[in-house]
């Protein structure tokens, strides 16, 4: 029974560490444009205990163990940003903008604050550049609009490309790049009815809501900081009972 409590009560304290990293790296990025915060899922197990001594059972009995069973993004919608800069998109739907590194590699991402690199073509920083129908998308020196659809005209009415845009499920599983990017093996084209609208001249902001975030960054590390007194107080009776046990 001592040992089950003190396995029960170190398992607490990484499920809470793991926990408190997790609200720790959103609070980090509530001003990270695009950024989705991370969620903590835990799960429980049914553990069979089993004390072996000269191997014999001595005991056995179940208990419900908790533990994490994965960290994830949650992809829920956010504010935007109103800016009027022609390089700042933003998303309102399930859809996401996709930008190629210099590698090849291909992500995901609502970080729409876009702008030129030195050949003119459109970049999202240093991440690479945001990709159209045709390939990545070149702007050069013309000044161009995007329509609620993704396409992309000049000043004269002429059309540049379209947006390439990649839907993801508000409950899928993704894979998270940096912080705002993300890697979607789903490969989804958009679904049939399925309504969004491109933005010109605003970001989507972060998820994360600081006031949640900081209550249960405090709610996490009481529950940390009494597991770890439960943990020292089965310390102490151990080290008693191994003094007892050589006299």
């Known amino acids: 029974m001592f040992m089950r409590g003190f396995y029960n009560a170190a398992q607490a304290m990484i499920v809470k560490q793991r926990e408190l990293d997790a609200v720790s790296n959103n609070i ?9 915060k991370d969620e903590v899922l835990l799960n429980t197990f049914m553990e069979e205990l089993i004390w072996v001594q000269k191997r014999r059972a001595t005991h056995d009995g179940t ?22 800069s022609r390089f700042d998109m933003a998303i309102w739907g399930n859809v996401y903008f996709n930008v190629t590194d210099r590698y090849g590699n291909t992500f995901q991402t609502r970080a729409g604050q876009f702008e030129l690199d030195d050949l003119g073509y459109l970049c999202l920083n ?70 969004f609208d491109v933005i010109q001249g605003a970001f989507e902001k972060s998820n994360v809501d600081g006031n949640k975030e900081i209550s249960k960054a405090m709610e996490v ?27």
């Open 28 to 36: 980090a990025n509530i001003n990270t444009a695009g950024y989705r």
């Open 63 to 84: 208990f419900q163990q908790t533990y994490v069973d994965v960290a994830r993004a949650n992809l829920e919608q956010s504010n935007f940003e109103f800016t009027e």
């Open 126 to 195: 240093k991440a690479g550049r945001v990709q159209g129908a045709n390939g990545d998308i070149y702007i050069g020196n013309d000044d161009f609009i995007v329509d609620s659809n993704g396409v992309i005209t000049n000043t004269d009415g002429e059309i540049i490309d379209t947006f390439l845009l990649t839907y993801i499920p508000p409950d899928a599983d993704v894979a998270k790049i940096g912080d705002n990017l993300f890697g979607y093996d789903g490969g989804e084209g958009i679904p049939e009815g399925e309504t």
């Open 221 to 247: 590390q009481r529950m940390f900081e009494a597991n770890s007194a439960i943990l020292k107080y089965f310390d102490t009776i151990n080290a008693k009972s191994a003094s007892m046990a050589k006299l």
